[in-house]
Each structure stands twice: as structure tokens, then as C-alpha cells.
């Protein structure tokens, strides 16, 4: 492999759902790497064991592959950096935490949580709201640097529980370079010591993600806004490493807001406004409830994965609509924007809609025929792609093709007929009982049985347009649908006769 090759991760904590915001993150280390014919890696950073949940691993994939933004190397693909599970790797922290010790970049930490709490309540004032274990604490807590070495031997040797902590310098100004937001610093003065190995050996997040996108080579690593006040311990973890040549290229990637745009997205606003904000349904393993995702809402991958590329990113071109291909193609890390990205629901929808005209009639009813099936409508397929050509203009999302099309398939419940009652006639009647006659002898297609009721309008001396609404209603239940003799067509005479004859015992 060539010292250029572009390698990007997407470096996940199976914990629950995955956010728009997560899959955002995907696309574009996934646009990024296939622009420059790079490597997407995708490894699971389960160093926090309190936090594993069942099935959240599994589901994570499942998103991917909904999306078609499976990784290049993975857990399920290994690659020449495995395993790329973090709990599978836990061996390979501890000497990197060791190597900190011995050049002084990490101490020993023996504080216990209730000595914790307590230093927090101490130094706890109205302007130092959240006091941290930082330069200025240090002094005053159980750790290598105040018990001095042979005390810190001997309690280690009597097993005592402990954490190995950076040591972050004081009065410094770390830089970085990140690809979206241009330089950015850091005072040391407010960054913590953050913890790197726990108790039970296990690494936490910050020696993790820096140790492994060291040892898979990751030239570029794009992550969430969030992640921007972890910059500094990262930085300084590749500089006491003495990696820092190697290091990646930043891009925090900026946040996606709430409609109003006050804050970041949450899941909650997803269930209070009524949409979606994970990528697939999402059962919490422990209290059963579901969380709906973009999948099971109707939105097509597709449009999905276009929807997400225009959350903080703009081709610089009128065209909004996008294929992944094309995505590809125009991709740019340049043309991220700092400022957070609104979300629009509405929008969105219009997102899935274009994506829709797009698609296949034959392979949008394989996408429908399971929301038939859930309203226990049997759509056989050649017929429900026909149906699909005529109201796919209509519809937003892959449940609407059911409310757009479901006359199709069965009579309405209750046709509005209250629309047509005060301006019926005998004459509409007798109109009504002699086209559904001769229905049976007139071609099936939309012209043909248009003249005929022209024809028949005509001679009866009716206005046809006074026909039209009445027809609609008595076939579709309402006034919507595509043209209707469109309608008759399709669902045959026979069906129409009966229609017209239930309407007409309502209305005579
Ligand atoms: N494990 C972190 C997360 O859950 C990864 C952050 C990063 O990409 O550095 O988002």
C-alpha cells in the first residue's frame, strides 16, 4: 500500500440507534474514500463494557448495508488491521499507556469515586461550576505524583484499584489544522486530565481512538463537532507518542440542528415533532420500546443517503438530486460548511418524492408490496407496477403508494357521496346505469371509454364535467387520484359496475 493511500474510519460505540448524524459521518468518510480510491474502515469502539447493549453491533451493519455504505475493512471483512472490534484489542493499549508513564505524559490515579465526588463538592463554586482533575487538582488527589514512586509500588503491588491519567501541560496552546474549520487552538489551562486506561484495564475512548487510528494507518479522521473539546488530549496523545508525524487530517463535521435550529438534533425531538431520526427501527433491548427509523417511514436508501449529503455540505450547483455515483463524483470536503445544518422534515420527504420519480416502477413495488401486506392488501406484483406508474407523482413516502392507491385493489369503505347528493338527478342515475352497462363492450383503455361517456354525456344532455366528480368518488372514495377513466381501466369493468351500482343505491 502506497504511503498515500487515503484510509478514513467510521469509528462507532454500539450503544442504541443510529443517528442521521452517524450515518452522515459514514457518507462522507464513505465519498471521501471512494474519491480518492481509499479504504473505508469501520471499527466498533466497545471499550466501555457498562455501556454494551444486545444487537446494537449487528444493527449498526444492517443501517450500512440499507444505505450502501458498507465498509471496505470491518469486524465482518477483516482487512490487514485486525481484529477491529476495541474489545478484542484491549492487550494492545496497556504498553502505550506504559510508554506515557515512562516519559511522563501519564500518571497513576488511585482516587476513588467517593474521593472524587468529594474534591468536586470541595472546589465546587458558582464561577467553577464542574471542577475538573486538571493541573490544579492534581496536587490534592491520591495519584503517582503526590504519593511519589515507592508508594505508588506498593499500593499497586497490593492490588489497589487504579487508572492510568494524561498529563496535560499547563499554560501550552495546542494547534491543529482541521479541513472544515481552518486553525484551531486550545489552552491546556481548561483541558482535563483525561483518564486513558481504566480500572479494568480496559483503554477508554481517548488512548483508543488514537492508538488504533495510529496502528491502521487512518490518514484522514472525520468525526462529529461534538468531538472538537477531545481534539487537544488527541493531539497530545500523537505528540507524546511520538507519532505526530503520522497523524490524521481533521474535519469536524458540523452538527445537525433541530428545524428551529436551537441545539443539536435528539432523538427526542424526532418523537416530539414526528419524524424520524435513526436510520432503521430501533428496539431497545431493554425496555422494548421502538424507536421508528427513515427505513421503516418509507424513505428509499437512496434518497436518504442524498438528503444526508445536503445536511452541511452543497455541490455549488443548482441540482439538489443526487444518485450515490454522483455523489461520489462531486464530493469535496471543501464544501462543508462550519455552521451547523438545519433539519427540514418537509424537505426531506420532497428528497424521497424526486428519488421516487426516479426509481423503477417494478422495483418500487417490491419496495411497497410489505406496506400492502400490513394492511393485509394482496398486491400482486405486475399489477400493483402498473398501478405504481399511475400515482408514484403523488406520493412521498412508500406508505403513501397504500393511501394513493388502495382503490385499486378494493372498493372504498365509505365514498364521500355527501360531495355529490345535493346536485343528483334521475337523469345522473340513468346515466351512471347505462355507461356501467355497456362497459363490458368498450376497449379498456382510457381513451376509448372516455369517448364513450362523452358520448353517452352528450346525448343524455348532461354536462360531462357534472359526471366526472361523481365518478371519481364513487371509484376512489374521495376527490384524489390519478385520471379516472385511467382508474376505470385498470380496475376493469367489472369492478366499476359494482362501484357504480353501490353508489347508486346510496344516491337514488
Ligand atoms: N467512538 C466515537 C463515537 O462513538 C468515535 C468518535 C471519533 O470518530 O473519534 O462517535
Request: with cysteine.
Amino acid at each position: 500500500m502506497n504511503a498515500n493511500h487515503v484510509r478514513v474510519r467510521f469509528a462507532p460505540s454500539p450503544t442504541g440507534g443510529l443517528h442521521l448524524g452517524g450515518v452522515r459521518t459514514v457518507l462522507f468518510n464513505y465519498l471521501f474514500a471512494r474519491k480518492y480510491n481509499g479504504t473505508f474502515v469501520l471499527r466498533i469502539e466497545d471499550t466501555d463494557q457498562g455501556r454494551f447493549v444486545p444487537g446494537a453491533e449487528e444493527y449498526i451493519f444492517d443501517c450500512l448495508d440499507w444505505c450502501g455504505l458498507s465498509p471496505d475493512e470491518s469486524v465482518r471483512k477483516e482487512g490487514p488491521y485486525a481484529p477491529y472490534r476495541q474489545s478484542e484489542r484491549k492487550a494492545i493499549y496497556r504498553d502505550y499507556a506504559e510508554q506515557l508513564l515512562e516519559s511522563g505524559h501519564a500518571y497513576y490515579a488511585f482516587d476513588t469515586p467517593a474521593e472524587l465526588e468529594q474534591m468536586r463538592n470541595d472546589l465546587r463554586t458558582p464561577e467553577n461550576p464542574a471542577p475538573q482533575y486538571d493541573h490544579r487538582t492534581r496536587g490534592m488527589m491520591r495519584n503517582s505524583l503526590t504519593l511519589g514512586e515507592e508508594e505508588t509500588r506498593r499500593l499497586i503491588l497490593e492490588g489497589t484499584p487504579y487508572v492510568i491519567r494524561i498529563k496535560v501541560p499547563e499554560n501550552e496552546t495546542i494547534h491543529f489544522h482541521d479541513m472544515i474549520r481552518g486553525d484551531i487552538h486550545h489552552e491546556t489551562n481548561v483541558v482535563d486530565d483525561k483518564v486513558l486506561l481504566k480500572a479494568d484495564g480496559m483503554p477508554t475512548y481517548h488512548l483508543a481512538v488514537v492508538v488504533d487510528d495510529y496502528l491502521m494507518k487512518i490518514t484522514h479522521a472525520f468525526r462529529g463537532e461534538e468531538w472538537l473539546p477531545s481534539a487537544p488530549v488527541h493531539i497530545l496523545l500523537w505528540q507524546y507518542l511520538g507519532w505526530k508525524a503520522h497523524m490524521p487530517q481533521w474535519a469536524h463535521l458540523p452538527l445537525i440542528l433541530k428545524p428551529d435550529g436551537n441545539g443539536k438534533l435528539s432523538k427526542r425531538d424526532g418523537d416530539r415533532l414526528g419524524f424520524p431520526v435513526f436510520a432503521m427501527d430501533w428496539t431497545d433491548p431493554k425496555t422494548g420500546e421502538v424507536t421508528t427509523g427513515f427505513r421503516e417511514r418509507g424513505f428509499l436508501p437512496e434518497a436518504f443517503v442524498n438528503l444526508l449529503a445536503m445536511l452541511g455540505w452543497n455541490p455549488g450547483i443548482e441540482q439538489e438530486v443526487f444518485s450515490l455515483e454522483e455523489l461520489c463524483e462531486l464530493f469535496s470536503m471543501e464544501r462543508v460548511h462550519k455552521g451547523g445544518a438545519k433539519f427540514d422534515y418537509e424537505k426531506a420527504k420532497w428528497f424521497n418524492q424526486q428519488h421516487i420519480q426516479r426509481t423503477d416502477n417494478a422495483r418500487l413495488a417490491t419496495l411497497v408490496a410489505p406496506f400492502f401486506e400490513k394492511e393485509n392488501i394482496t398486491a400482486e406484483p405486475e399489477y400493483l407496477t402498473r398501478v405504481i406508474g399511475l400515482i408514484k407523482e403523488r406520493c412521498h413516502l412508500l406508505p403513501d403508494f397504500v393511501t394513493q392507491g388502495r382503490f385499486f385493489f378494493e372498493a372504498p369503505a365509505q365514498p364521500d357521496l355527501e360531495a355529490v347528493k345535493g346536485k343528483w338527478s334521475p337523469g345522473k342515475t340513468e346515466f351512471f346505469r347505462t355507461w356501467a352497462a355497456s362497459l363490458d363492450s368498450i376497449a379498456p383503455d382510457h381513451e376509448a371509454l372516455e369517448a364513450s361517456f362523452t358520448e353517452l354525456a352528450t346525448a343524455k344532455g348532461i354536462k360531462k364535467g357534472d359526471l366526472m366528480l361523481p365518478l371519481r368518488i364513487m371509484l376512489v372514495g374521495g376527490k384524489f387520484g390519478p385520471g379516472v377513466f385511467d382508474i376505470v381501466a385498470m380496475i376493469g369493468s367489472a369492478a366499476t359496475q359494482q362501484r357504480i351500482e353501490a353508489a347508486l343505491v346510496q344516491l337514488a
